[in-house]
């Protein structure tokens, strides 16, 4: 499928696995997230549960925006959380948190169909753009998710 994506990130952070999961949930309030700037919390939920919405904006550094509502479908604290996407971009997303030597990674995988009819029409010549947007996005927030966590943890 041409407006289909499929992307695979992996954040490598220097802390556990609880500590990694407990950042992530204090991310989940409305507003910005602090150390992810191209991300906006639009609507936060009241817990991380399975049928819990969660709506994000996100700001390309391509200078598009896209808005995202994320329905929680399982979830594993602090291992495992999948949710379904609806809005500009409509599939599903898996955040996987594994433990390695001395830290987490964080597997951050999307399957999703991009739904706004400018990049649908754009798309098979954007897609490098497209996807190169997404790689950025996701190692600014990387950078500022250790630093994050860094500064979060005991001493």
Do not use: K, N
């Not at 991009?114 to 790689?135: D, E, I, N, S």
Request: charged share 15%.
């Amino acid at each position: 499928m041409r407006h289909a994506y499929a992307f695979t990130s992996r954040w490598h952070i220097a802390a556990t696995r609880e500590q990694c999961w407990a950042g992530l949930a204090d991310a989940l309030h409305t507003g910005p997230i602090s150390w992810w700037p191209a991300v906006r919390v639009a609507t936060a939920p009241a817990e991380i549960t399975p049928g819990a919405v969660v709506v994000l904006e996100v700001r390309s550094p391509l200078g598009y925006r896209l808005r995202v509502r994320l329905t929680i479908v399982a979830v594993d604290p602090p291992t495992r959380l999948e949710a379904t996407s609806s809005g500009d971009l409509a599939g599903i997303g898996i955040l996987t948190l594994t433990d390695v030597p001395g830290a987490t990674t964080l597997t951050w995988t999307w399957q999703v169909e991009v739904r706004r009819r400018w990049m649908r029409a754009t798309g098979a010549v954007l897609r490098p753009a497209f996807a190169a947007a997404h790689r950025a996005v996701m190692r600014r927030g990387e950078q500022g998710f250790a630093a994050y966590v860094a500064a979060a943890a005991p001493a």
